[in-house]
């Protein structure tokens, strides 16, 4: 088993490191409180390659491994989850959703701009009915011979306002019940097309989340993607490769924390002495070092199994599971580490705290893990 990066792995993870720390830090408070979503640091993110970095460079993309993305993204979310989360949605569920299964019409059309970082991406599956139970899809497709009728509205979409291209999972065939699903690609401008305002979230406040609506939205047939009925089975797999994604960016949230942490309890004095040499604070950190290790070993493993081709279904929801929680424990500790300081935004550790909840919920709730998990355990 080898747990040494290569010579590129080393320079991409350095590369992300630089970008997070002179790109993305400066100004991420003022973009948190006021929400505001980073549209120069996202175009420098695509000129770098970082918004496809699994898409083969003939489709425009970086033709990178799996390794190296949940390394940029470790990176990216230690310092701003809210950008981070946009190279996940545009690497792991649009780019790869429409290289894996999208025809060459569609990737020559739409995965080429996506993958070159000229647009962004948005994947819509969640409904206001229709969230853990995703074949609970009350979006219609209507199939009228030459396009489809689309009518439904979608929540929780992230890009949801600045995304161009959108990967959109709708009911044609209701007595199919989840093979009567398909999706589709809408493009922003549609007539029938309108997006919502934008949501004022507890967290990754900078992300641009709204919810959509469709009113007879005349979707191409070539739009659609897959064969008929194939649309399930595409948001399946598509947020399989979504997890280790999100998983990649709680396990930064978590170690960007416990590094602030880290650097504040050597400095700040307490009786004497740095609060570090207190054995109550150097016990915390030693627990947060140990579970972002463990956390980091399971990422790392579910991305090498992608690459290998082999089956990652249990791996990424491990990963994402064990992540997630590690996130939330983490920032909840550097708060408390950093005392009534880590109550205030000058210090980062609070926003991160607000950031971490949101991994135990998108790309399938800690609940649903824990499911999947399990059927895989015990066949």
């Given amino acids: 088993m080898q747990f040494q990066l290569s010579e590129e792995q080393l320079m991409i993870q350095q590369a992300a490191r630089d970008f997070a720390q002179t790109e993305l830090k400066p100004g991420v408070i003022e973009r948190d409180e006021h929400q505001k979503f980073p549209t120069e640091q996202v175009k420098k993110l695509g000129e770098l390659g970082f918004l496809g970095m699994m898409v083969p460079e003939k489709y425009n993309g970086s033709g990178l491994d799996a390794v190296s993305y949940v390394l940029v993204m470790e990176e990216l979310s230690k310092v701003d989850a809210s950008a981070s989360v946009v190279v996940s949605v545009n690497n792991s569920l649009v780019c790869y959703g429409l290289e894996s299964f999208g ?4 990737k020559e059309k ?3 701009p996506l993958a070159a970082g000229q ?15 995703a ?7 209507e199939d009228m011979g030459d396009y489809y009728l689309l009518n439904g509205t979608k929540n929780w979409i992230t890009n949801g306002g600045t995304a161009s291209t959108y990967l959109v999972i709708a009911q044609t065939n209701r007595a199919l019940k989840h093979r009567g699903i398909n999706a589709f690609i809408v493009e922003k401008g549609m007539e029938g097309f309108t997006i919502g305002p934008k949501e004022n979230k507890m967290g990754i406040r900078g992300s641009d989340t709204h919810s959509l609506m469709f009113n007879d939205v005349k979707v191409p047939k070539e739009n659609r993607i897959g064969e008929d009925g194939f649309g399930f089975k595409f948001a399946m797999k598509t947020l399989e490769g979504g997890r280790i994604g999100i998983a990649a960016q709680a396990l930064g949230i978590a170690a960007g924390a416990y590094e602030l942490a880290l650097e504040y309890s050597k400095q700040r004095k307490s009786f004497g002495k740095a609060i570090s040499d207190h054995q109550a604070i150097a016990f915390k950190l030693a627990d947060m070092a140990t579970q972002i290790e463990a956390a980091r070993m399971l990422v790392y493993k579910a991305a090498w199994l992608k690459d290998q081709g082999q089956s990652y279904t249990l791996a990424g929801s491990m990963a994402k599971l ?11 500790e550097a708060v408390q580490i950093h005392g009534g300081y880590g109550f205030v935004k000058e210090y980062h550790v609070e926003r ?12 399938g709730t800690s609940e649903i893990q824990s499911l999947v998990i399990s059927r895989e355990i015990l066949r």
């Fill in 135 to 141: 074949t609970s899809q009350q979006t219609t497709a």
């Fill in 352 to 363: 991160m705290m607000r950031d971490a909840k949101i991994t135990q919920i998108y790309e």
């Fill in 119 to 133: 647009q962004i991406g948005a994947f819509c599956l969640s409904e206001p009915e229709a969230g853990s139970d």
């Fill in 103 to 106: 025809s060459e019409y569609q």
């Fill in 110 to 112: 739409y995965l080429k």
């Fill in 322 to 332: 064990y992540a997630s929680k590690v996130a939330m424990d983490v920032t909840i």
